[in-house]
């Protein structure tokens, strides 16, 4: 079963607005963190925001925010007030220590910033 | 934060010759370290995960004897894709992880982009 799972291969949104990224896990760990990263046509890998399973509010890092809805294993990105610079691939990935902490990625979400 | 480089950026090979590319840890020792593979489009896959002075632990489905992994330093580690072939070419991409813990303790490199042609 895929580690990680995001639905969306493309999304659009307006310059200013807000836009949510979804992320959905599958861990039988009680411990993992989730990230989410930003990988623009450079290709290099930017870190966004971090939320840990054991986390009892959801991660803020200022315009993004993670919406941590352990039960239904979701850990969906919320970009407010967003920019050109935006636009890029965004991934979210999971760790587990039971498995070496190594990454697991999702498929990842393009997401396009129009003016 | 933390700063991982590789080395070359890009390179363009041709078919049958090996490449080498270098991952450094700038300011911190890495105990261990990831390589990743990605195609264009695709989400990074794990290829290995290398810990310093020991061999590397490939994925399933990575060949071991054509992409060599050294880990000789706690501050470099390289993957040498031998005999490259035009499917090798990819976006390599290596992440470091420090022993302090946290949450912030894996790096990512920028990536090196190889074609083979």
């Known amino acids: 079963a895929q580690k990680i799972t995001q639905t969306q291969p493309g999304m659009f949104v307006q310059e200013k607005e807000a836009v949510t990224l979804d992320c959905t896990y599958d861990?039988?760990?009680?411990?993992?963190?989730l990230f989410w990263y930003k990988q623009p046509s450079s290709g290099e890998m930017i870190f966004l925001i971090y939320?840990?399973?054991?986390?009892?509010q959801n991660a803020t890092e200022g315009r993004y925010s993670l919406n941590f809805q352990k039960a239904r294993k979701s850990a969906n990105l919320v970009i407010s007030a967003s920019q050109l610079g935006d636009s890029a691939m965004y991934f979210c990935?999971?760790?587990?220590?039971?498995?070496?902490?190594?990454?697991?990625f999702g498929t990842g979400t393009s997401l396009t910033v129009i003016p | 934060g933390a700063v991982v480089s590789q080395h070359p950026s890009w390179v363009i090979c041709k078919s049958g010759t090996s490449v080498k590319i270098e991952c450094r840890s700038l300011d911190f020792q890495a105990t261990t370290m990831f390589w990743y593979r990605q195609f264009p489009k695709q989400s990074l896959m794990l290829m290995a995960t290398s810990n310093e002075g020991s061999k590397a632990t490939y994925e399933q489905g990575v060949e071991k004897d054509k992409f060599l992994i050294n880990h000789a330093s706690l501050t470099l580690s390289t993957l040498t894709v031998t005999s490259a072939h035009p499917e090798d070419s990819s976006f390599y991409i290596c992440s470091a992880r420090t022993p302090a813990g946290g949450v912030y303790e894996q790096y990512f490199g920028p990536g090196t982009r190889l074609t083979v042609t």
């Open positions: 861990t039988s760990d009680p411990s993992y963190g």
């Open positions: 939320q840990g399973s054991y986390d009892q």
């Open positions: 990935a999971m760790r587990e220590p039971n498995t070496g902490n190594q990454f697991y």
